[in-house]
Each structure stands twice: as C-alpha cells, then as structure tokens.
C-alpha cells in the first residue's frame, strides 16, 4: 500500500487498474499526490575530546627540537614516517581505483558470469528497462513501456490556477486529469499549512504527452512544474495467461507466475521466452470458460504438456483476470491453482496404481480378480461408483470400468509398503522443480502413518493430495517411455537431461493401452478424437472439508489423458471445481479435453494415427 501522501493534499491516486487501463486505451486515471521527500539527516557531528593531562612530571613529552630551530617549535616524533605512510596509501588507493575502473569497464562480462556460477546474485544495473515476457509465438505477454511523471514544486508555483490549466489542455486527453484535480496536486501544502515542497501531478503519462509540457512550461517561464522519466508495466494480452505470467506491481515488487519466478533475469533488462503458445492457451481458456458456465461450477483449470520434455503449452485458471487490472482481483483469482492447490486425485490415480503392480510383478496383464461391488478393509466399507453383480475383472477391466474394489485387491497384492515407495517414485509428495513461484508439494502420508484402512483409499486416489501439475507430470511418465520429467514455461536453450525411470517401456506401453480401453469403450468416450487415438481416465473425487477433515457432497470433476495413444505428444488435464449439475468427470470434463485436444493436433500437425476413426468406421 502507498504510504499516506502529504497532508493537506485534495489529489489522491487512483488505483493502478488506472494507469494500466489508460495504456490499453480505457479508463481515466486522475491525480495522486506523492508524499513530500524528506530533508536530509544532519550529517555525524565531530565531537572534541579532551587530552588527558600527564599526572607524572618531568616526563618526555614526545616532542623533540628540530636543529637549526631557534624557537624551539615542537614537531611530533615519526612525522616523516607519517608522510610516507600517507604517501603509500595514497598510491593503493589510485592502483585500487584505476584496477576498479577496469573491472567496471572491461570485465564486466567476464566477472557476472563468474558470478552467476558461484550463486551470486548479480543486481539489475539502474535505469535498465525490465525484460518483456513473449510466448512461443511471439506474442508479448508482459512488457515495460517509457513514460514520464509530472512533479510539481508548490511554493515556487507564482499562479496554481493558470498553471493547472495549461496542464489540463494535455494531461486531460492523455491520461485523463481534469483541471480540477491538477489544482489540487499543483496546490499541495505541508503539514504546517505551507505550500509542499513536492507534489505529484500525474504519472504513466505518455513521452509525446510529457513533451508537450516541456514545450509549453519552458515557452511561458512557468516555474515549479518539471518532467520525470519512469516506466510503466503492461500487459497486452489482458486476461490471457494472467496466472501464469504474474504481475509487477507500481513500486517494482513481482506477484507470482513468471514475473516472480524469473524476476533476476528481467530486472537485469533480458527478455524472457516462453514455451506457452497463445492460440492454445487462448483454447484452453475459452474451454474453461464455458464447462464453467455450462455446469455452474466454482471454477476450472487446465494445463497442457509435451509428453517428452515437460514443456508447458498452456496452463490456465477459471475465472481469470485482466493482468492491467491486477489490484481488482481477488487473491483467489490471483493464484496459480495449478500448482498451488493440491486435491485428491480420485480415480485418475488408479492408473499409478496398476502400472506399479505391474512393474513390480505383483500382477499380470493376465491377472483375474473376483470383484463385488464392495470390499471391507479395516473399519470401512468401500463400494464401486456403481452397483453391479459380483465379476471376474482383468487389470484392463479394472482401469476401463474404474472399478474401486479392483483397483484395491491390485494394491492389495503388490503391498502397501512398495506401493507407497512407488507412488513417492512418480514424483509425488515433492515439488516437480517447474520453474514458477508458489508450487505446493502435495501430501503422501508416510508409510508408517499408514492406518489399516490406507491400502483402501490411497489406490483409488484418496487420503493423499497432489497438484494438477504433479498429476500430469505423473501421466506423462506413463506415456513416455516411463521416465520422469521436469515441467517448465521457461524455453531453455538445450534439451534437458531425460529424468530418472520409474517404469519400464513394456509398462508403459500396457498401462497406455488400458487407458485407451477408457476412452474407446469406457467413461472417457466423449474424450474421442476423430483420425486420432486418445488415451486417458476420468476422476470424480469428493472435497474435503478443511475444518472437519471430513468428506462433503461437493466434488473435483476431471479427466486427464494424452493424444496420439500410439505415439503421444500432449498430456493434458481439465479438472472442475465443484460443478453444480454433475459431478461426473466423463460430462463436466472429458468434451472439453476433446475440445483443446483436438484443436492442438491440429495445430502442430500432429499426424492422424487412426485413420479408420477419421472416417466414421469405428465409434
């Protein structure tokens, strides 16, 4: 918050919605008065002490005569080593000097990337522009942008009327001040009811508009008012991406997302490229918008990923908010939910579940399983989403029906303590290292705080909390090879090293093939991709309330997966935030995946995998 501006003053800031507007083309900014500068401290004084007087007599005193003085005038003993005492630091001084000159001109490369290797954080160099953030596209999500302040000196002010009427005839149409408000900053007064010694007129005004006012106030000898160099902060896209590229606010603190991640780099003046592309992130937004709307849910988000690399093609929060207008945000809005808000998975998570056990040999693809429609484990009573007649279930099955009970006799026969070290393998519990501000880690309760009822809600995805972005992280493991990545926004100039395997190929190629079972003859089908195979599940997890730790009859509506099947390129996730007229994954979010999915095949030029699906032949 700015601090109080000088007492007396009628001109107040608007909020900063104002001056970001004003650079968009909308609103009217009015006045603010920025608080009187204070004089300066009076410098230390030098304070005399006295000498203390000799308490013996007849002693030497330290003073010698000169030959050849005949007034006996007294020199201290050593004054000649003194001088060339005097005389060697003056030369180390100059040698230091000229050497830190040197530095200072010729070095200076050479020792900030020193720097850079050792940690040391090396300090934006004053009046460097801040960097811009650009997407993969191109685009300019954040950038700084010259502009000039308008200050005024009120007791040198001879005529605040008509000076403040000159102002106007600029400052109104380029940042929207009215004569009145100008009189007012123009007329400031200090706390003793004197004219201010610094007033504030305007701010984010316009290099062409601060011209003017030179121009003017030089021609007429108009005294006490002068221009300021600044900058401003603005965000061309909006609202788009406005989590994920963080804002600046008015005294140069960075708020969250990129701008506060990588605010080293773009204090320093260094533009910062990302791997978002606007045209899906705009996609992804617009999808969230509507399953939003469509199924009055509290909100939505959504991330997109290459499957390979952990690159980040979109990530976006339902609802969002202009960047320009950050301060009219709720601190809700504000947050990257993506990273910031862990949930329980639900059955999204049964997929991490069957691909342990069968990394580990406890089960086969081959495996059968007696399943009723409810299991008893310790004190509880768990029940499949659906009543059914007792059946003979496969792995497969078990992942394309979403079966609870299933999935709990697979966990069951590989044992709680290796699918416990399992699921900390895949990344959870710990932060995925993405390279933006605020990631939560989750929560995976250590195995010796296991109760006897863990082995039956962690498989099916409760009793544990992961983020979104740890969760596609996790199924791009599935649906690469099996090997971990790091997620980033933040293009980097070489391939990164491929992350440590917690599943075999074979694995992955059959937990693939399962969750492909989902979308073609399962809960997913409305996930289906003309011309391509898709793979993925849905979930559908009840919220917890935070006060009681107990379950409510709100839910988490999701659907993760990737796309082609056969050979992926995109994980993606939508998952929805307590939908109102259905709490099913396959409705509230899997269409919507199709919508985004599909729209980046296309894109990118993704080949089609399964022509057949292109032309109707199978459903």
């Known amino acids: 918050m700015r601090e109080n501006r000088e007492e007396g003053s009628r001109g107040r800031a608007r909020r900063a919605k104002d001056r970001r507007a004003r650079r968009a083309g909308v609103g009217t900014p009015k006045n603010s008065l920025r608080r009187s500068r204070k004089g300066r401290e009076a410098g230390p004084r030098v304070v005399p002490i006295a000498g203390r007087r000799s308490t013996r007599s007849n002693r030497n005193t330290g003073y010698r005569k000169f030959e050849g003085d005949p007034v006996g005038n007294k020199t201290p003993i050593g004054y000649g080593r003194l001088r060339v005492v005097a005389a060697v630091f003056v030369v180390i001084g100059l040698l230091l000097g000229a050497r830190a000159v040197h530095i200072g001109l010729v070095d200076d490369e050479r020792y900030g990337a020193f720097a850079s290797e050792v940690g040391i954080e090396q300090l934006a160099s004053p009046g460097v522009p801040r960097g811009s953030i650009l997407s993969a596209d191109g685009r300019e999500l954040a950038k700084t942008l010259e502009a000039a302040r308008i200050v005024a000196t009120p007791y040198l002010i001879e005529d605040p009327a008509s000076t403040a009427k000159l102002l106007a005839d600029v400052l109104g149409p380029a940042v929207g001040l009215t004569e009145k408000e100008i009189l007012a900053s123009l007329s400031a007064t200090s706390p003793t009811g004197e004219p201010a010694g610094y007033s504030e007129v305007a701010a984010d005004v316009p290099p062409e508009a601060a011209r003017k006012i030179e121009e003017k106030v030089a021609e007429l000898g108009v005294g006490g008012v002068e221009t300021e160099p600044d900058t401003v902060r603005v965000y061309p896209e909006g609202a788009l991406a406005s989590q994920l590229t963080g804002h600046q606010g008015d005294f140069g603190e960075a708020f969250g997302g990129v701008e506060s991640g990588q605010d080293q780099r773009l204090a320093s003046g260094e533009d910062v490229n990302l791997t978002i592309d606007t045209a899906v992130q705009q996609e992804l937004e617009d999808a969230l918008e509507a399953t939003v709307e469509k199924h009055e849910a509290k909100s939505a988000i959504g991330l997109m990923m290459r499957v390979e690399d952990g690159s980040i093609v979109a990530l976006a929060n339902s609802p969002g908010f202009d960047n320009n207008e950050f301060g009219e945000a709720s601190p809700e809005a504000q947050r990257n939910r993506v990273l910031t808000d862990p949930y329980e998975p639900g059955s999204t998570f049964k997929a991490f579940t069957v691909a342990s056990a069968l990394e580990a040999g ?129 293009e980097r100039g070489a391939p990164a090293p491929k992350g440590p395997r917690v599943i075999s190929e074979e694995t992955s190629d059959i937990v693939g093939t399962m969750l492909q079972g989902v979308v073609e003859d399962g809960s997913g089908h409305l996930a289906q991709i003309p011309g391509y195979t898709v793979a993925g599940k849905t979930g559908t997890s009840q919220k917890v309330d935070p006060e009681t730790g107990a379950y409510t009859t709100e839910y988490v509506s999701s659907f993760v997966g990737f796309a082609p099947a056969t050979d992926p390129e995109f994980v993606m996730l939508i998952a929805v935030d307590e939908p109102q007229t259905t709490y099913w994954g396959e409705l509230a979010a899997a269409p919507y995946f199709q919508d985004v999915m599909s729209f980046a095949l296309g894109y990118y030029n993704v080949p089609p995998d399964d022509p057949a699906s292109q032309s109707g032949e199978t459903g």
């Open 362 to 490: 406890a089960v086969s693809t081959r495996s059968t399983f007696v399943v009723p429609d409810s299991i008893a484990v310790a004190d509880r009573i768990i029940h499949d989403s659906r009543p059914h007649e007792t059946k003979v279930m496969e792995p497969a099955d078990v992942i394309r029906e979403s079966s609870n009970v299933g999935a709990i006799q697979i966990a069951q026969a590989l044992g709680g303590q290796r699918l416990h070290d399992a699921i900390l393998r895949f990344g959870f519990g710990e932060p995925t290292g993405v390279d933006l501000w605020g990631e939560d880690p989750g929560i995976v309760p250590a195995y010796e705080d296991w109760s006897g009822s863990s082995i039956g809600n962690i498989p099916i995805g409760q009793g544990l909390t992961v983020t979104p972005l740890q969760l596609v992280a996790g199924y791009a493991a599935l649906a690469n090879g099996g090997q971990r990545v790091t997620p980033h926004v933040v």
